[in-house]
């Protein structure tokens, strides 16, 4: 997991809860690196699930809220040092579809080794898509709160139900996401 995805979640602590929060976090989960994370340093994602379920332990709120959480907080970030991939699309929606077509693509180039989630698309109707989360990481709730602050970003509204879907081939995560009204 790219060490960019460290250093913003142990910003997102140390800005909501306090630096001595962090730092108790990185010495409750005994993360081999030490928590010394750089943004283009590639770490394991179990350092990740370290961090949150110490987290998790000290605030007393269940790890997948805080991913939920830390992915509203790291698409916001994202907004702000990558404003070109936002301001190119004009809804949620075709924010979505350029996920994996070209956002992803750019990563690549930045960071071969950067092994990313797939995202697949499908369009329901006007107001109704399926967004299917492929990782060998579980954190499809970072994941719904990037997706909901992208949301808040285009000011469209959604509900978004959750679902695994189980196939011969492996497993997937579907947000089955719709336009609010």
Aim: aromatic residues 10%.
């Amino acid at each position: 997991m790219k060490g960019v995805v460290f250093t913003e979640f142990l910003d997102f602590v140390s800005g909501s809860l306090g630096a001595d929060m962090a730092d108790d976090i990185i010495d409750d989960a005994d993360v081999a690196s030490g928590g010394a994370y750089t943004a283009v340093g590639t770490y394991p994602h179990t350092e990740m699930q370290a961090l949150v379920v110490a987290l998790a332990h000290r605030t007393g709120t269940p790890a997948p809220d805080l991913l939920r959480l830390f992915g509203s907080h790291l698409c916001r970030r994202f907004v702000a040092k990558y404003p070109e991939f936002f301001e190119a699309k004009t809804s949620l929606f075709d924010f979505l579809d350029s996920v994996d077509g070209h956002i992803h693509v750019e990563v690549h180039k930045l960071y071969p080794d950067a092994e990313l989630p797939v995202f697949r698309l499908n369009r329901r109707g006007a107001d109704t898509i399926d967004l299917d989360y492929e990782s060998c990481r579980p954190l499809e709730a970072l994941a719904e709160g990037m997706i909901r602050a992208a949301a808040d970003h285009y000011r469209q509204p959604v509900a978004i139900d959750t679902s695994r879907v189980e196939e011969e081939a492996g497993s997937f995560v579907r947000f089955s996401i719709q336009h609010a009204a």
